[in-house]
Every structure is written in structure tokens, then in C-alpha cells.
């Protein structure tokens, strides 16, 4: 989807675990009773079974921050909310707003910018390259987590012919100047297409790129993100495919499914459908090992009375479930056992974008940071104090099973999580001292399944949650000197597990 603003991996930058560090400090006397006067005989008895998560890496759940509108919420608080009330470890920036870059500064939250198209002709001479990303880039990093640079967003599908003979080029450019910034392993450069790309899609297996532009542009492009190791952007969208007759197909509810005969695949989503064909038109030119992934999809939760399939409950059935299923571990028909890194369009409401009303209404928040429906994207403790503006439940099954939703309430078993105001640096030092005790942190480093958001707080949350679980549970064992509270609220997500 157009945006009217626009046309390696993430590591730990926040804190590094030790997990058989000393205590790097002296617990008050909240914390010496819980900490000290059952540990040494417990843990040598609960060590060896603790809790081990085993599982594919999580895929990551992103979120489109657009900013077409006047009444939305500071860049500090909105990265201030989704810190430490979502699950969300990554957004989609349509410019590179400096007021937004420093919002998201020590947040660890990972960034991706978007030049705007019409800049891309100018970004070809290796000067302006150079201080677009002097200017852009460097005063930034590393407080906040750039992680790429996209370069416009769905320039094909413009018609533009300067835009589009001048994409590569500006591509190779931009990443010259990274190189030049001793910044090209740390940032990569990339491009969000629209399915527009494809000139057959149907059966998925026989999806191809569009005559003309698969030789002199697409080729040349795929060529380019190999060499860099950065992933194919595509931006499907179901929601502009279905109609009454599949529209459970595309909110992935139950439905009949489509055949595709020439490989004998039963699809049960449209989502899979539409990645599949992406894939099968990268295979025919021998780029199947790349990478995809979903810069943007998501539905709107109003629109005009002749649109299908338009509300609150229709949002939450699509983007809840397109959540759970990207992350499973499942994959596509084509391409089993993946994640997907995935940016949900969009974070707000936009009151000021052009077109259809459901152009306004993509949004998972409304700009009071309410949800306009749920989907398990808040925390527990967002969740009780946080007012619900439409009840849009996720009912229907999906291809895969479903994993623990962090809604899950119970009414005998509790969890230990961060209280909202505990500093990242009191939760930094709960890391800290718990790893340092012995404690199996492996589900929070790096490709564990509780590793994103890599953020302080949500790996607090896992390990502050592990002690109180370990030790006898009592209230007490969860205070870690006044930073910790109890919640009924199961906080697992993903193949990220509490117990």
C-alpha cells in the first residue's frame, strides 16, 4: 500500500547477559529472604529440570508507524508505549523524522527508515548518498537500532520510468556509502514491493515476475540483495484480493481451501498463497534462498458500506491471526518451517490520509493509544489499565496450532512481570543477578524464543517470572526490591512459553 509519506539480524544493544556473573548488587532487604534462604538447597534441586524452550526462532512482530495525521501522540510516547506495553520489537518509519529517530533512542527497538521515491534519482550520485546518510544515519546509531534503509516503497508499481531505471542504481549507492560508514554489516538496504510485481500469481507454483521488468530490474535487484544479505520486501495484502466468496480464506477462518494442481497443494490462507507465489518467482531465476519479507499488510477496521468484510472483528480475525501464524514456525506450503519478520500496516488511525474511509482506518491504535481492537499485541499489564474500544476477538482457527495468547487469564496461577514504572536500569540488574544465579537464560539470547522484543523489559519480564516459578512463589519472591508484580494473566507469546 502507497503511503502518502512515501511514495544483519538484530543483536543485543541494550545489555549483554552473564549468566554466571556475581550479583552486581546488594538486594535490599525485600530481596535477602527470597534470594538467600532456600536457594542453596532448592536450586540444586530444581536446576536440572527447569524449564527448557526449545523451538524455532521466533519471527518478529513489526508495526508501520505512519504519520498522516493531526492528532497523533509524541514520537517519545508513542516509543515510550510500545516499549513497555507491547510485544512490538520493530517498526516501519515512511521518512527519516529526526524527532522520531531520538524517540526510539535505547529503546531497542529495531528502525527501519523509508526514503521517500522522489529522492531516489538524487541518490544514484554517490555524493548525495554519502550525506543522506552523514545526515540521516551516523547522528543516530547507535542509540537507536537502524536496521535498514528501503529505498522508496513500491517503486515498480508507479509506471514511473525514471523512478524505476534508477532504483538498483540508488540501491548500490546508498550501500557504498554504508561501506564507506563502516556501517554496510550493521544496516541493509532494501526495497517494499507490491504484488504487483507478478504478472501470474494463480496457482501459487506458477507465479512469475512481470515480463520486462524480471530481466532489466528485478533480476539485477535480487542479484544486489544476495550479495548484501538483506531480504526481498513485499507488501500482500488479502484484504485487497477477497471478496464475499473468500473472505474466510483470506482471514484465515475455515474454509475449503484452494487447489493448486500443479504441485497437488491444498492452500487454507491466502497469505501463504500469495508469499508462495512470490517464492515460485524468485525460484524460476534461482533466488529461492533469499529471504522474504512482509513489509506491510493488514485490514482496515472501517470502510465504505460497499467494501466486504470491513470492521473491528474482521481486523482482529486477520491481524490476530496473521500474528500467530507468522511466528509458528510453520512456514508456507513452499516454504515450511520458517518465520517471517512481519510489519503490521499500521500503528494508527490516520485522520489526514486520502481516499476510501478505510484508508483512514488501518490503524491498531487509536491516537489516545487505545486499541481499536484486540489481539494479544498488549503486555498484561497494558492490558488492565488499558480501555478497550472494540472487542474484535480472534475466533478462527488457523493452519497451525495456536500458541498461548497473552490475554489467557487464570484463576489459581500467577506470574511475576516488571511494574510499568521499574526503571530498565532496577530491571537490568534483576537480569543480571537471576542469570547470575544459574538459572537457564537461554530462551532470552539471541534466537532463543523469548529473545524478541530485545528489549530490558521483556527479558526481565521472562527471567524475573523463572525465579519467582523456581523459588516457592510465595508474593514475596516476586517483589525484587519493589520492581516486580504479580498478574493472572498468562504472559507467554509465540513459542515464548512462562511457566
Known amino acids: ?117 522522489d529522492q531516489i534519482p538524487r541518490l544514484v550520485k554517490p555524493n548525495f548518498a554519502e550525506e543522506w546518510i552523514k545526515f540521516n544515519i551516523q547522528p543516530y546509531i547507535p542509540a537507536t537500532n537502524i536496521i535498514r534503509v528501503l529505498v522508496g516503497n513500491e517503486v515498480l508499481s508507479t509506471a514511473n520510468k525514471l523512478l524505476i531505471a534508477n532504483l538498483v542504481p540508488a540501491m548500490q549507492s546508498l550501500h557504498t556509502a554504508l561501506v564507506e560508514a563502516s556501517l554496510d554489516r550493521r544496516i541493509q538496504i532494501s526495497t517494499p514491493h507490491s504484488l504487483g510485481i507478478l504478472s501470474n500469481s494463480t496457482p501459487p507454483s506458477t507465479g512469475r515476475f512481470r515480463q520486462g521488468y524480471d ?106 491471526n496473521l500474528m500467530r501464524h507468522v511466528v509458528s514456525g510453520k512456514g508456507t506450503p513452499l516454504m515450511p518451517n520458517r518465520t517471517f519478520e512481519t510489519y503490521i500496516f499500521a500503528l494508527f488511525n490516520e485522520n489526514l490520509k486520502p481516499g476510501p474511509v478505510g484508508e483512514r482506518n488501518f490503524g491498531l491504535f487509536e491516537p489516545d493509544l487505545t486499541p481499536v481492537y484486540e489481539i494479544g499485541i498488549l503486555r498484561p499489564t497494558a492490558q488492565s489499565a488499558t480501555p478497550r474500544a472494540h472487542q474484535g476477538p480472534v475466533e478462527g482457527p488457523i493452519s497451525t496450532p495456536r500458541s498461548p495468547s497473552r490475554s489467557t487469564v487464570s484463576e ?59 523459588t516457592e512463589g510465595k508474593e514475596f519472591d516476586c517483589d525484587f526490591d519493589q520492581t516486580g508484580a504479580l498478574t493472572t494473566v498468562d504472559p507467554s507469546y509465540g513459542k515464548c512459553r512462562y511457566w
Open 412 to 470: 489459581s496461577k500467577r506470574w511475576c512481570v516488571p511494574k510499568t514504572e521499574a526503571s530498565v536500569e532496577a530491571l537490568q540488574r534483576n537480569i543480571d543477578y537471576v542469570c547470575g544465579l544459574g538459572l537457564d537464560c537461554g530462551p532470552i539470547q539471541e534466537n532463543g524464543p523469548c529473545y524478541a522484543p530485545n528489549t530490558v523489559r521483556g527479558h526481565a519480564a521472562y527471567v524475573m517470572n523463572a525465579y519467582f516459578q523456581a
Open 215 to 320: 530481466t532489466h530490474v528485478i533480476k539485477p535487484m535480487l542479484s544486489f540483495l544476495r550479495e548484501t544479505n538483506s531480504p526481498l520486501m513485499v507488501n500482500p495484502y488479502p484484504f485487497f484480493a477477497c471478496t464475499a466468496e473468500n473472505l474466510d480464506y483470506a482471514l484465515f477462518r475455515p474454509n475449503p481451501g484452494v487447489f493448486d494442481s500443479d504441485l497437488g497443494i491444498l492452500y487454507t490462507n491466502m497469505l501463504d498463497a500469495q508469499l508462495d507465489a512470490v517464492y515460485s518467482a524468485m525460484k524460476s531465476m534461482n533466488f529461492e534462498d533469499l529471504d522474504i519479507v512482509i513489509a506491510e499488510t493488514g485490514w482496515p477496521s472501517k470502510g465504505d458500506p460497499s467494501q466486504v468484510g470491513v470492521g473491528p472483528k474482521e481486523a482482529a480475525y486477520y491481524n490476530g
Open 1 to 117: 500500500m502507497p503511503h502518502p509519506n512515501s511514495p544483519s539480524s538484530s543483536k543485543i544493544h541494550l545489555h549483554h547477559l552473564h549468566p554466571m556473573a556475581s550479583p552486581p548488587f546488594t538486594p535490599s532487604h525485600h530481596l535477602l529472604l527470597p534470594y538467600f534462604s532456600t536457594l542453596p538447597t532448592f536450586l540444586l534441586l530444581i536446576l536440572p529440570t527447569l524449564i527448557q524452550i526449545q523451538g524455532v526462532n521466533g519471527g518478529s512482530i513489526g508495526v508501520n508507524y505512519g504519520t498522516v495525521a493531526d492528532n497523533l501522540p509524541p514520537p517519545s510516547k508513542v516509543a515510550a508505549f510500545l516499549l513497555d506495553n507491547t510485544i512490538i520489537d520493530r517498526v516501519r518509519l515512511f521518512d527519516a523524522d529526526p524527532d522520531i529517530l531520538r524517540a526510539f533512542a535505547h529503546t531497542g527497538i529495531s528502525v527501519s527508515i523509508t526514503i521517500p521515491n
